[in-house]
């Protein structure tokens, strides 16, 4: 038996040597490094139980970082930041208005996008605060356990919330994140990971050369302000049409005449019974790289980083807008206002289960993704 991959705490995530910094709590801030038998490596922050980075190499064995972050927590914590890699929650995407009504009690929340709550609100939102964290190391692989109490009230959600969130990379080059959250009280909960993913490494130009599959016959399509209408729509005659693979370049500049800009899309899975099934993939001809996305989620939103602004990233990358994509597995946007979307309602007594596996191959090894 051996320990495949290995777990070195580092002291924060500034450049090699430095000591690091501190959460907007005081925290300090740590930062794991896991690395499996086949040279990939991922990088996971305390603070928002962040991947900071993940190191894969491509066909020829080249290495390369394929996701977009910051060097130090300074960037992190800037408004450059738009949600690199981290946890999303308590409610991921938007809600219409930033309220709800849960058991005849309306709840007020932040109105951080426009008129409409994103991404679980402002100051103590998933992504801002600091996480413990307990790293493991079994036979083929290695992860780390956060975990954070949300208070009763935190961000203008009910309840206390219990949140666990594990990664864990192993030697099948599985990077899986299994999110888990319990309540006292009802409350809505919609958690994600918001990783942005280029196959030819974090700042190449654009994500036109990425040919995408999606595993969805269906979406759900948004007006003003990115909400949902409510309406489940086919995919079949639209530019969001993926279930044949298709290069993002082709059809996406017949999106910017729209409210989305780009691909901003909430698509409805084909599976829908909570088991782990194949969500969606990612092919780079060039490099070779392929990503492969699995979860157990209802749905996966795909985000072309149409809002990425030309900020300085990682290893003094520039972040142009188009240039990464995130595949977000989640429940439908906005569902606290639509009954016919599935609930987001996590009762007390039940615990909240979901599994993301994100994995990787390379061309040459011809790999189809499981069924
Ligand atoms: C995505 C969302 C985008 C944008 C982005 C953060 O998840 O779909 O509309 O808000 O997060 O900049």
Avoid at 47 to 69: F, H, S
Avoid at 277 to 283: D, I, K
Avoid at 285 to 305: F, M, N
Wanted: proline letters at 5%.
């Amino acid at each position: 038996m051996r320990h495949i991959c290995e777990v070195i705490m580092a002291a924060g995530i500034v450049l090699a040597g430095s000591t690091g910094g501190a959460g907007e709590k005081g925290n300090a801030v740590k930062t794991f490094t896991l690395k499996n038998a086949n040279k990939i490596v991922a990088r996971i922050m305390t603070r928002g139980a962040t991947l900071t980075e993940l190191i894969v190499p491509d066909k020829n064995g080249k290495p390369a970082n394929i996701v977009l972050g910051f060097d130090d927590l300074a960037g992190y914590a800037s408004k450059d930041n738009q949600y690199f890699g981290c946890t999303v929650g308590r409610v991921a995407n938007r809600i219409a208005g930033a309220s709800f009504e849960l058991d005849g009690k309306t709840y007020i929340l932040a109105k951080n996008d426009g008129e409409n709550h994103l991404h679980g609100g402002v100051k103590n939102s998933l992504d801002k605060v600091v996480w413990k964290a307990k790293p493991f190391n079994k036979e083929n692989e290695s992860g780390v356990i956060f975990t954070y109490t949300s208070p009763d009230g935190e961000e203008g959600y009910p309840g206390k919330l219990d949140v666990t969130v594990t990664y864990t990379l192993n030697d099948k080059n599985e990077l899986k994140i299994d999110f888990e959250a319990k309540t006292d009280k009802a409350t809505p909960v919609n958690l994600t990971n918001h990783s942005y993913f280029n196959l030819a490494g974090a700042g190449a130009d654009t994500i036109y050369d990425h040919e995408v599959m999606i595993n969805a016959d269906k979406y759900t399509p948004s007006g003003k302000g990115l909400i949902p209408t409510g309406k489940i729509e086919p995919v079949k005659g639209t530019p969001v049409d993926f279930t044949k693979p298709a290069l993002i370049g082709d059809r996406i500049d017949q999106l910017i005449k729209t409210v989305t800009i780009g691909y901003d899309h909430n698509f409805v899975l084909r599976s829908q019974d909570g088991s782990l099934a194949l969500a969606a993939q990612v092919r780079h001809k060039p490099s070779g790289r392929i990503l492969t996305v699995h979860t157990t989620e209802p749905a996966i939103q795909l985000y072309t980083g149409n809002f990425l602004n030309g900020q300085k990233g990682k290893d003094g990358k520039t972040y142009k807008p188009r240039s990464a994509l995130c595949l977000e597995t989640q429940h439908f946007p906005d569902a606290v206002h639509h009954p016919n979307f599935p609930s987001i309602i996590l009762q007390p007594g039940k615990t909240y289960r979901h599994t993301c596996v994100y994995s990787f191959s390379t061309e040459s090894e011809k790999e189809s993704p499981k069924r």
